[in-house]
């Protein structure tokens, strides 16, 4: 079963705001300034009724809605370098802000529907999108991902692809699998 929805607000209406709760207390209670969390749908919104597709909660409670772009639709896929210097395939979203890693694009697994559903936790706003994810996306995680594997990829922050002076980015590598309950 495919869920189409015509309006964002609609969604917003039948979050599980209990569910949201519990994952903005576990980011506080490990101090993460980013976490992505994959969640059931059927999990997130009251509503989300027997589909099996999962969606991404994006906790990024550092980060004013007004300095994303989430309605940005075009993706891409970039090689980043964590803080502890390990290189991750990154999907790139909201205009090239936000760096979500590999992790939850596959358990997200979003090819199946053609496109990425997103939670966004801001610090002052939750707000919900919708990515298309064309095979060509995939394909492109997919060489990242490759280069990642053979360490080809040259060592830098910001993968290159923006000048890091003129665009923030938000890089998103706490990934949990969630299905309706937190990990403990």
């Not at 495919?2 to 607000?9: F, L, M, Q, R, Y």
């Amino acid at each position: 079963m495919h869920i189409e929805w015509t309006e964002a607000d609609v969604l917003l209406d039948t979050l599980d705001v209990d569910l949201l709760g519990s994952m903005q207390a576990h980011m506080e209670e490990r101090g993460s300034s980013s976490s992505a969390y994959v969640v059931p749908m059927k999990s997130i919104f009251i509503e989300g009724g027997l589909t099996e597709e999962r969606c991404v909660v994006v906790g990024i409670p550092h980060t004013s809605r007004n300095e994303v772009n989430i309605g940005f639709k075009r993706i891409f896929s970039d090689v980043r370098i964590t803080p502890d210097r390990k290189q991750r395939a990154c999907l790139m979203l909201a205009d090239g802000a936000v760096a979500l890693t590999e992790a939850a694009v596959v358990g997200v697994a979003p090819l199946q529907f053609h496109r990425l559903v997103v939670v966004w936790m801001f610090e002052d706003e939750i707000a919900v999108s919708k990515y298309p994810y064309p095979d060509a996306a995939n394909e492109a995680l997919r060489r990242a991902s490759q280069a990642v594997d053979s360490h080809a990829y040259p060592e830098k922050r910001g993968g290159g692809l923006r000048d890091p002076r003129k665009h923030t980015v938000v890089e998103v590598f706490d990934v949990f699998d969630v299905d309706g309950r937190l990990p403990i």
